[in-house]
T-cell receptor, first 110, second 112 residues
Framework: QKEVEQNSGPLSVPEGAIASLNCTYSDRVSQSFFWYRQYSGKSPELIMSIYSNGDKEDGRFTAQLNKASQYVSLLIRDSQPSDSATYLCAVKKSFNKFYFGSGTKLNVKP | DAGVIQSPRHEVTEMGQEVTLRCKPISGHNSLFWYRQTMMRGLELLIYFNNNVPIDDSGMPEDRFSAKMPNASFSTLKIQPSEPRDSAVYFC??????????FGQGTRLTVV
C-alpha cells in the first residue's frame, strides 16, 4: 500500500470554477501535511501546509484535513488557467521523512 | 538565501559512465532529501539525511546508487555505472525540523 494516494487525473474545470483535489494517506501517525504545485519542467513548490484537523484558507486556496478519515484535500476557488499544473500531496512522518503522492494534473480551461 | 542549489542542471552521459549529482541545501536546514521523478513512477524518495547522517536509504534502487553528505552544506548522489533506465529528473530538497521541504531546480539526467 502506498503511503500517499492521489487520483492522477487529469481534472478539468472551467475558468472561474472550484477545483477540488483529494489525497488519502495510510499511516495514522503522520503529523504534517502539504500541498505542492509543479508546473511542467519545474520543481515542486509549496502552496499550503496544514497540521491540525479542519480547514486552512490562504487566498483562493483552502486545505482541509480529516485525520480520522486520513484524508487531505485542496480547494482552489475561482480557478485560473495559470493554476493548470500537477498538484502533489505530501505527508511528513517521524524523523522528518516526507512521502509524496503521484500527483493530480489539473487543467483549467479558459 | 539562494535556495537549494543543484548542479549540473542537465547531464547527458553514455551508458556505463559514472555520474555525480551535487546539492547545496539551504543553510540551517537539518534534513536533506534526494528524489527521482519519472512519468511512470512519479516522485520517489531515494535517500534522506538528518544532521548529515543517512537515516533511510531504502529507496535507493540498486547498489549502483550511492549518496554522501560530508557536511551540512553539501551532498552528492552518484550512479556508477549508469544505465539508460536511470534517465530521470533528480531533485534535492532540504527541510528544517517539522516544516516543509524546499526543492532545488533539479538535474535532468539522460543516459544514452
Amino acid at each position: 500500500q502506498k503511503e500517499v494516494e492521489q487520483n492522477s487525473g487529469p481534472l478539468s474545470v472551467p475558468e472561474g470554477a472550484i477545483a477540488s483535489l483529494n489525497c488519502t494517506y495510510s499511516d495514522r501517525v503522520s503529523q504534517s501535511f502539504f500541498w505542492y504545485r509543479q508546473y511542467s519542467g519545474k520543481s515542486p513548490e509549496l502552496i499550503m501546509s496544514i497540521y491540525s484537523n479542519g480547514d486552512k484558507e490562504d487566498g483562493r486556496f483552502t486545505a482541509q484535513l480529516n485525520k480520522a478519515s486520513q484524508y487531505v484535500s485542496l480547494l482552489i476557488r475561482d480557478s485560473q488557467p495559470s493554476d493548470s499544473a500537477t498538484y502533489l500531496c505530501a505527508v511528513k512522518k517521524s524523523f522528518n521523512k516526507f512521502y509524496f503522492g503521484s500527483g493530480t494534473k489539473l487543467n483549467v480551461k479558459p | 538565501d539562494a535556495g537549494v542549489i543543484q548542479s549540473p542542471r542537465h547531464e547527458v552521459t553514455e551508458m556505463g559512465q559514472e555520474v555525480t549529482l551535487r546539492c547545496k541545501p539551504i543553510s540551517g536546514h537539518n534534513s536533506l532529501f534526494w528524489y527521482r521523478q519519472t512519468m511512470m513512477r512519479g516522485l520517489e524518495l531515494l535517500i534522506y539525511f538528518n544532521n548529515n547522517v543517512p537515516i533511510d536509504d531504502s529507496g535507493m534502487p540498486e547498489d549502483r546508487f550511492s549518496a554522501k553528505m560530508p557536511n551540512a552544506s553539501f551532498s552528492t548522489l552518484k550512479i556508477q555505472p549508469s544505465e539508460p533506465r536511470d534517465s530521470a529528473v533528480y531533485f534535492c530538497a532540504s527541510s528544517p525540523e517539522w516544516a516543509e521541504a524546499f526543492f532545488g531546480q533539479g538535474t535532468r539526467l539522460t543516459v544514452v
